[in-house]
C-alpha cells in the first residue's frame, strides 16, 4: 500500500505559477509509475499528467499543453507538478496518484492509491 501526500496548493492570480509536490511512502517509489489529476467543483476528476517509471511523461493535452510539466525525484520519493501560465479554469483540488491496482486506467496504467488532495485556486 502506497501512502501519498501533497503540498504546495494554494491561491494564485492568473499567468501565475505553482508548484505542487507529492510525497509518496510504503512502496519502493521507483517501481510505479504516478499521476496527477484533479476535480473542480461540480465536475469530474479530470486526468492531468503521468509519469511512468522510466521518466516518460503523459499529459492530458487539452488543457494543460504547454503549461505544465510532471517530475519525479526518486531519490526523494516524490513527483511534482509544475504548472505555469495558470488560469481561472485550473482552479480544482489535485490529487495525486500511485500505480496500483484501481479502476481508473489512462494510459494502460492503473491509479489505486490517491492522496487526500490540495486545493489550487486561480483568480482573474
Known amino acids: 500500500q502506497v501512502q501519498l501526500v501533497e503540498s504546495g496548493g494554494g491561491l494564485v492570480q492568473a499567468g501565475g505559477s505553482l508548484r505542487l509536490s507529492c510525497a509518496a511512502s510504503?512502496?519502493?517509489?521507483?517501481?510505479?509509475?504516478m499521476g496527477w489529476f484533479r476535480q473542480a467543483p461540480g465536475k469530474e476528476r479530470e486526468f492531468v499528467a503521468a509519469?511512468?517509471?522510466?521518466?516518460?511523461?503523459?499529459y492530458n493535452v487539452d488543457s494543460v499543453k504547454g503549461r505544465f510539466t510532471i517530475s519525479r525525484d526518486n531519490a526523494k520519493n516524490t513527483v511534482y507538478l509544475q504548472m505555469n501560465s495558470l488560469k481561472p479554469e485550473d482552479t480544482a483540488v489535485y490529487y495525486c496518484?500511485?500505480?496500483?491496482?484501481?479502476?481508473?486506467?489512462?494510459?494502460?496504467?492503473?491509479?489505486?492509491?490517491w492522496g487526500q488532495g490540495t486545493q489550487v485556486t486561480v483568480s482573474s
Open positions: 510504503g512502496r519502493i517509489f521507483s517501481s510505479y509509475a
Open positions: 509519469i511512468r517509471r522510466s521518466g516518460g511523461s503523459t
Open positions: 496518484a500511485a500505480e496500483s491496482p484501481g479502476s481508473t486506467i489512462v494510459g494502460g496504467i492503473q491509479f489505486g492509491s
